[in-house]
């Protein structure tokens, strides 16, 4: 139940909201931030809407960071008025701020011509807390030798 209306609110915010546009393309909201740690990936997500008068191909791509943030669906085709909802994930390995835009692109479908793509970039800020993995498993082998002194010197008393 809470999580229906926890999508009712979400869809009413995006419809309601404001939204950054271009020709054919209008996504929400303008801004992203999300925070996460370095053991789980940190996920968010936005609404893209065709507010052409024509079909379109979209492609959603992060304009650094492409190899940590994945998107669920960074190819796809809408036709006039439609939207839709994009879910990604960032997985950083080290705490810290990290900045990127996220780039929509929009093309005309059926255009044999030269046609230009049209889109936005949306600001997406990502704060990732906890230790960093290199860290921990820092930590994980300074444990393990210290376990393994203990172990030995404990073998040696029972001699």
Same mark, same amino acid.
């Given at each position: 139940?809470?999580?229906?209306?926890?999508?009712?609110?979400?869809?009413?915010?995006?419809?309601?909201?404001?939204?950054?546009?271009?020709?054919?393309?209008?996504?929400?909201? #303008?801004?992203?931030?999300?925070? &996460?740690?370095?053991?789980? @990936? /940190? %996920?968010?997500?936005?609404? !893209?809407?065709?507010?052409?008068?024509?079909?379109?191909?979209?492609?959603?791509?992060?304009?650094?960071?492409?190899?940590?943030?994945?998107?669920?669906?960074?190819?796809?085709?809408?036709?006039?008025?439609?939207?839709?909802?994009?879910?990604?994930?960032?997985?950083?390995?080290?705490?810290?701020?990290?900045?990127?835009?996220?780039? #929509?692109?929009?093309?005309?479908? &059926?255009?044999?011509?030269? @046609? /230009? %793509?049209?889109?936005?970039? !949306?600001?997406?800020?990502?704060?990732?807390?906890?230790?960093?993995?290199?860290?921990?498993?820092?930590?994980?082998?300074?444990?393990?030798?210290?376990?393994?002194?203990?172990?030995?010197?404990?073998?040696?008393?029972?001699?």
């Amino acid at each position: 139940m809470f999580r229906s209306i926890g999508a009712l609110l979400l869809l009413i915010h995006f419809l309601v909201g404001p939204a950054a546009a271009a020709v054919g393309v209008a996504v929400k909201p #303008v801004q992203l931030t999300l925070q &996460g740690t370095t053991m789980r @990936a /940190a %996920a968010g997500e936005f609404l !893209v809407a065709n507010v052409d008068q024509v079909p379109a191909l979209y492609q959603v791509s992060a304009d650094q960071f492409g190899d940590i943030i994945s998107f669920d669906s960074a190819d796809f085709q809408l036709q006039p008025q439609e939207t839709r909802i994009v879910k990604f994930k960032a997985w950083f390995v080290s705490p810290g701020t990290f900045q990127t835009n996220i780039s #929509v692109a929009a093309k005309p479908l &059926g255009n044999s011509g030269l @046609a /230009a %793509a049209s889109g936005v970039k !949306v600001p997406l800020t990502i704060t990732v807390g906890g230790i960093s993995l290199m860290a921990l498993i820092g930590l994980i082998m300074v444990f393990c030798l210290v376990l393994a002194i203990l172990l030995m010197i404990r073998l040696k008393k029972k001699k």
